[in-house]
């Protein structure tokens, strides 16, 4: 059965931390996302990957930076995490040109 | 705000009775992609539509989309426990989909 695994469900951190979450994929796909989710907002994206070492900002990437290393492992990183980063953290991956997003099951950050 | 609206933002609905939800765009839809999410969970793709008036089936979900491809629907009949969640739209932008706010969907026994 093909998967994206998002490292930790839930998560709690102290403000100003640096936080890392990671997403694996094991269907060989060439683009990766990284959405997060609020009540009422819907999905936003952050940033999102085409290849291995590419990164594009999405609609709000401030606060955020990610890396890709390899093609199967997408990670965003939260600098210096601050309270209004709580939130839930999506991860999605696809075949280039495929809009069909297969998704983990999320982390719910929270930042105290 | 939202590029695609969603309506209603939530519903309550009896098991066996039908329900219908809306998203409108402002823009032409080129892609639309309809996903289910299960309340803490990540997203289940239902099922895409792209040309002006296709409808497509799934079980006991049906989607539509309208001749000028501005907006779509999603219709869930003799609903089940099993349909309650928050329905989202997405509409392809790019080299992205662009996420309406969801419908939370509950469903009463």
């Known amino acids: 059965d093909v998967k994206v695994t998002q490292s930790s469900r839930y998560l709690v951190k102290r403000t100003g931390e640096k936080v890392f979450l990671e997403c694996v994929q094991d269907?060989?796909?060439?683009?990766m996302f990284w959405y997060r989710q609020d009540p009422g907002l819907g999905l936003r994206l952050i940033y999102f990957?085409?290849?291995?070492?590419?990164?594009e900002k999405g609609d709000i990437p401030e606060g955020y930076s990610v890396s890709r290393e390899k093609k199967e492992r997408f990670s965003l990183i939260l600098e210096s995490a601050s309270t209004n980063q709580t939130s839930m953290y999506l991860c999605?991956?696809?075949?280039?040109?495929?809009?069909?997003?297969?998704f983990g099951s999320g982390t719910r950050l929270t930042v105290v | 705000s939202q590029e695609l609206e969603q309506s209603p933002q939530s519903l309550i609905v009896q098991e066996g009775k039908n329900l219908t939800i809306n998203c409108t765009s402002s823009?032409?839809?080129?892609?639309l992609y309809w996903y289910k999410q299960k309340y803490g969970e990540g997203l289940i793709f239902l099922m895409m539509?792209?040309?002006?008036?296709e409808e497509k089936s799934h079980e006991k979900i049906t989607a539509k989309l309208d001749e000028k491809k501005q907006q779509s629907s999603l219709h869930i009949t003799a609903s089940q426990p099993s349909h309650a969640g928050i329905y989202l739209c997405?509409?392809?932008?790019?080299?992205?989909?662009?996420f309406g706010a969801g419908t939370t969907v509950t469903v009463r026994a």
């Open positions: 269907m060989d796909h060439e683009n």
């Open positions: 990957s085409y290849d291995v070492k590419m990164k």
């Open positions: 823009k032409t839809l080129y892609g």
């Open positions: 997405g509409a392809v932008r790019g080299y992205k989909l662009s």
């Open positions: 539509l792209q040309k002006g008036g």
């Open positions: 999605a991956s696809t075949r280039r040109g495929d809009y069909g997003y297969t």
